[in-house]
């Protein structure tokens, strides 16, 4: 049918091919919280190289068995949307897997969600909506937005009392020397990569 | 090609059938402040009734000329995503429209988003990564919170200061009584038409 206003009315957005294809070799268990955050460093080293987005990406995981839900990584460039962090791409792809908005309800077992440092102020928003029960991150200090220049976003001061007082307990520090590495690789290889509208200003993506 | 895994791979969101079949009777400029949130409120009074998801609706809008860009409704419920609120399906619909995730360089018109009450966490960091300049609301009172039984999230204390910081100004308070009069009336319909998991705690969409 013959469209008659100028509005777009679908999003779509998509992970990149070349984690597709490895999504068949993700079969394993990742029993320990280093096995987790170990994947998202690896995929955060990866993303930005290959230009879909920043250094960042998420996991959703049954941390009671180690099962891999979902995969998320950054594809605001690759995608066009600002919104699809990588928190946002695992949460919403467990949510289409599993067939529920809510990820508290998905069968009694309470999901985790696995980032690679502490999530933007939209991702904490997100991950609160979600359902998950459990946040883990390779850390949560100053080092991201000081390496990569990327802007965090206002948080509340008290941003992990919040979430606990939400039924949502926190672990942070695993790997975090690893995932710092990353962002101080992402961090010197600036103007190559990005300043993609050559203002002098990293976009925040 | 077949899968070989069971992750998926892609997230999907559109708008309901009812506002596209109305879109085509959006031509019309919205100059004022108070015409951008009227549309807000009559969209998301009929979103809830709908099924769609919560009573909340947003729009993008060039001020400069009243040139709608995007309509966005909370379709949480429809879609299965706990992360496609109002706001970021009118974002996600702007940046589609126009064919970049950075809204702040589309054309050199600084866009505003207009929304029936301020953002959520969630929505309030993805208004400051999608290059719109001004934040339009019906209002910003605990109002909300008390008539729908929404919980808003954390949100930073100065939360209108963070945002001018960063570039963009904040418009509240724009027929603020119509909005609340929507909120009340979905408070008033909470039994029969939420409460999905049988809980008696209202699910957060």
Not at 103 to 113: D, H, Q, T
Not at 128 to 145: N, R, T, Y
Request: glycine letters at 12%.
């Amino acid at each position: 049918m013959k469209e008659t206003h100028p509005f777009a009315t679908r999003v779509n957005a998509q992970l990149p091919g070349w984690l597709v294809k490895e999504l068949h070799t993700y079969n394993a268990l990742l029993p320990t919280a280093e096995d987790r955050v170990r994947l998202t460093n690896r995929l955060a080293a990866r993303n930005y190289k290959e230009g879909n987005g920043g250094p960042f990406a998420a996991l959703v995981v049954d941390p009671a068995t180690g099962e891999l839900v979902s995969v998320g990584v950054n594809v605001v460039l690759s995608s066009g949307l600002s919104s699809v962090h990588a928190e946002v791409m695992a949460l919403s792809l467990a949510q289409a897997r599993l067939g529920t908005w809510d990820l508290g309800s998905a069968g009694g077992r309470p999901l985790e969600l696995v980032v690679n440092w502490r999530p933007c102020t939209m991702c904490y928003g997100a991950l609160v909506w979600s359902g998950v029960k459990h946040l883990l991150i390779a850390g949560d200090g100053p080092e991201c937005e000081a390496l990569t220049g990327f802007d965090e976003g206002p948080m509340p001061t008290d941003w992990r009392a919040e979430l606990e007082g939400r039924g949502i307990s926190v672990t942070s520090g695993v790997l975090r020397s690893d995932a710092i590495a990353v962002f101080a690789e992402y961090g010197r290889s600036d103007a190559l990569v990005y300043n993609a509208r050559g203002t002098g200003a990293r976009p925040r993506e």
